[in-house]
């Protein structure tokens, strides 16, 4: 912009040289030799270097030429137009040719010179410009990391108490001093990170607790009663008895241990034998199959609404882990009742199957609700009853993975009613 403005200047006086020139040329009339400004006050910041002119008149011959002045070429006189003059650079000068009509004729003029104190002046201001940025950048650069050190601080200070959390003191929190900035709203999500994974954790850790114990404890009384039975030669019929015992333990230790495997089975896995399911040809299976093992429990089975589509009873899923819920729902009503029964109530809205299981037991208090999905917990009411605390888990885990919904309403002394929500091919 700079160059721009110079160069225009520059011209601008070049023209009105130019124009002085031609002026003293004709008042001269012709006397050449004493053609100069000499007489003239002249502004030594305005002077111009190697000043030549050239002039013709409207005929385009030549009335003055100074000896040093380049002779500019017919195709470049002919060029210039009344409002477009010629510009050009020497090699070490700058010429500008025009047209200028002057007492009823019209005048070609070419002027050239060097512009020294212009060209200094760009030189200095390309100095100045130089250095100022230089400091500019440099004093960008300290503010940059002064500013960038005291924002980064706490980033910093977030990183190094992260660090120092590991499986040991997971309780501990990132200090977060202001939570209205992103740096404390990223503290707190982290935080809150921490409590999850903390809660987590501390369930891992239990879990692998109760699941030890709960292995523990049939192996312990199948090697009590392997060592009893050792200790003299019994009758056939005690033998008998001890084989029965160790039988109804490795029953037991291997229905905990498919549960056990069945939680740890990915949901990838599980969905590969996704199929057409009927709900109720499952419980009519179960109830079979109760009826031969335990023929002391009872299961009564009502359909609520008559339903005129199969497809209202049909869901996508697994017809195995579905029936594992059914039965492990079905054990806990009856091994929990004094009748030892259940009441399912099948029922279907447009989208739904919603079964119902309805007992009459011991119930459990409201505090208990909040934690019966957790694996391996039992209430202190359940003391005596045979269990190992990880169905409801499992039962959750499966209904979740059928896109289902599990709701249990309990109270204590009076019963329990569990109520399972799955989707059903209605709108397929």
């Avoid at 607790?209 to 192996?219: D, T």
Wanted: proline share 3%; glycine share 6%.
């Amino acid at each position: 912009m700079s160059e721009n403005y110079r160069q225009n200047d520059f011209h601008s006086r070049l023209q009105d040289r130019g124009i002085a020139k031609l002026k003293l040329q004709l008042d001269a009339k012709g006397d050449t030799e004493n053609l100069s400004f000499n007489h003239i006050e002249e502004n030594p910041f305005h002077s111009i270097d190697k000043e030549n002119f050239v002039i013709y008149d409207k005929n385009k011959t030549l009335l003055y030429r100074d000896a040093t002045a380049p002779t500019p070429s017919s195709e470049i006189i002919n060029s210039i137009k009344s409002d477009k003059p010629h510009i050009c650079s020497l090699t070490d000068a700058e010429c500008i040719g025009f047209i200028y009509p002057y007492q009823e004729s019209t005048y070609i003029i070419f002027s050239s010179g060097y512009d020294k104190h212009g060209m200094n002046y760009i030189a200095n201001l390309q100095q100045i410009l130089l250095f100022r940025g230089l400091i500019l950048l440099l004093v960008i650069f300290i503010s940059g990391w002064l500013y960038a050190g005291r924002f980064l601080k706490p980033i910093s200070k977030i990183v190094q108490q992260a660090g120092k959390i590991t499986y040991s003191n997971m309780n501990q929190r990132l200090s977060n001093g202001n939570t209205n900035d992103e740096i404390g709203q990223l503290t707190s999500t982290f935080n809150k990170m921490l409590e999850r994974l903390e809660t987590s954790f501390n369930a891992q850790k239990r879990f692998v607790s109760n699941a030890s114990h709960e292995l523990r404890n049939p192996l312990t009384a199948i090697n009590g009663q392997i060592d009893v039975a050792l200790m003299k030669d019994r009758q056939k019929e005690e033998y008998k008895t001890v084989l029965q015992v160790i039988s109804k333990d490795i029953k037991n230790l291997r229905t905990l241990t498919n549960n056990l495997l069945e939680l740890a089975n990915n949901d990838e896995t599980l969905l590969q034998h996704f199929e057409e399911v009927r709900i109720d040809e499952i419980l009519w299976k179960i109830r079979d199959e109760i009826a031969k093992k335990t023929p002391e429990y009872t299961m009564n089975i009502n359909f609520e609404t008559i339903l005129d589509s199969e497809k209202y009873l049909t869901c996508k899923g697994d017809g195995k882990l579905l029936e594992t819920t059914f039965i492990n729902i079905i054990d806990n009503a009856c091994k929990f009742s004094d009748n030892k029964s259940v009441d399912i109530k099948i029922t279907s809205d447009k989208t739904n199957i919603i079964l119902f299981f309805i007992d009459k037991g011991i119930g459990m208090p409201e505090t208990y609700l909040k934690h019966v999905f957790e694996p391996f917990y039992r209430g202190s009411n359940t003391h005596g009853i045979h269990g190992n605390g990880i169905g409801l888990s499992l039962v959750q885990r499966i209904v979740k993975l059928h896109s289902g919904k599990i709701f249990i309403r309990s109270k204590l002394n009076e019963g329990t009613t569990v109520e399972l929500v799955l989707p059903n091919l209605s709108l397929f």
